[in-house]
């Protein structure tokens, strides 16, 4: 079926990107105010920076009964305990960590950092020390300043990154008529493509997230076809940034040409492109290998759990799986 909306009616006008941001704004918004609703019992607080734990491994190692006892009271899943440990071993780093650095802690495992850390926080303060209580309650208020901070820092950004957005969709509309058509031609994903290498390192986290906004919203309003759309801006995001010296090497034979080759073609022709490298190409072992070091680098190189991460990750799986089919079917 061809979608077709007309762009400067109710697309991409003001009061649609506005309705978009909106919706945006009151979901990051919401989530900070849950987070700070869980933190319901709180002790005494104190104003000088986070001191260190005199004993983090006893503490640690009582954090661990209490999380079995509390677990097993409520005939929790294992799942459910191993949850728990991460966010133990997290409050313990964060606990750890100078106040100028616990920014960049807090950034990393922003998707962490949500209504269950803050319960954790507060359930860990039954059986505490006074001190150990001092420290949790420092640690809450210091993370939800951190995080009512990066809410204002993506508010001011997502003026920005809306533009910027705005302008890669502009590119698949049609010149004359503003009007969208899916599935897009190879001339407009093309056009789309140029946008975004022309804006470079505009094209960053924040325009991500507003594409992930942007289709929950394009959803909720039944605009399927803007959502194929978005969902190519999202693709093309994905194999531009795998392709890049960030991800890659430089050099540009073997198997990392071969990926290079694979990330930078349309989806419809991932089968000819792959049919090629199997006949021709380095091998299976070297080019699955090839693929594991870029998702190695999506994983540890990246802020876990942004939406970047999850593009990029989620992008390199359908390769791989892609990939192996391919190799699977040839070998048959």
């Not at 990051?28 to 005199?54: I, Y």
């Not at 693709?235 to 290079?260: C, I, P, W």
Request: some cysteine; proline content about 2%.
């Amino acid at each position: 079926m061809v979608f077709r909306s007309t762009l400067n009616s109710h697309l991409c006008a003001p009061h649609y990107i506005q309705g978009v941001v909106r919706f945006q704004r009151s979901h990051r918004v919401q989530s900070v105010q849950q987070n700070s609703a869980a933190f319901v019992r709180q002790p005494r607080l104190v104003t000088s920076k986070v001191r260190r734990s005199p004993n983090l491994a006893h503490t640690a190692q009582r954090n661990k009964r209490t999380a079995v006892k509390t677990c097993a009271s409520k005939d929790a899943e294992p799942d459910q305990l191993a949850e728990m440990a991460i966010l133990d071993q997290l409050i313990d780093v964060m606990i750890e960590t100078p106040e100028a650095q616990l920014p960049e802690v807090v950034a990393k495992n922003v998707m962490t950092c949500d209504q269950k850390f803050f319960m954790r926080l507060a359930a860990r303060c039954d059986g505490a020390t006074d001190d150990e209580r001092d420290q949790i309650a420092q640690l809450s208020g210091l993370v939800m300043r951190i995080l009512d901070q990066m809410v204002k820092q993506t508010e001011n950004k997502m003026g920005q990154s809306a533009e910027v957005l705005q302008a890669i969709l502009l590119a698949a509309a049609d010149e004359t008529t503003g009007e969208f058509s899916v599935p897009l031609t190879q001339e407009k994903t093309d056009a789309m493509k140029k946008v975004m290498e022309l804006r470079g390192d505009l094209v960053d986290e924040s325009v991500i997230a507003n594409a992930y906004a942007w289709i929950r919203k394009s959803s909720e309003d039944s605009l399927d076809g803007m959502v194929t759309i978005l969902q190519t801006v999202l693709q093309l995001y994905a194999a531009r940034t795998l392709s890049s010296s960030k991800f890659a090497s430089a050099d540009a034979d073997g198997a990392v040409g071969e990926v290079n080759a694979l990330l930078g073609a349309d989806v419809d022709k991932w089968d000819t492109v792959l049919a090629d490298v199997v006949t021709n190409g380095c091998g299976e072992k070297a080019f699955m290998e090839e693929l594991q070091k870029r998702m190695e680098n999506v994983v540890l190189g990246m802020a876990n759990g942004s939406y970047s991460q999850r593009v990029l990750a989620e992008y390199l799986k359908e390769v791989e799986t892609r990939a192996a089919d391919a190799f699977k079917s040839a070998s048959t």
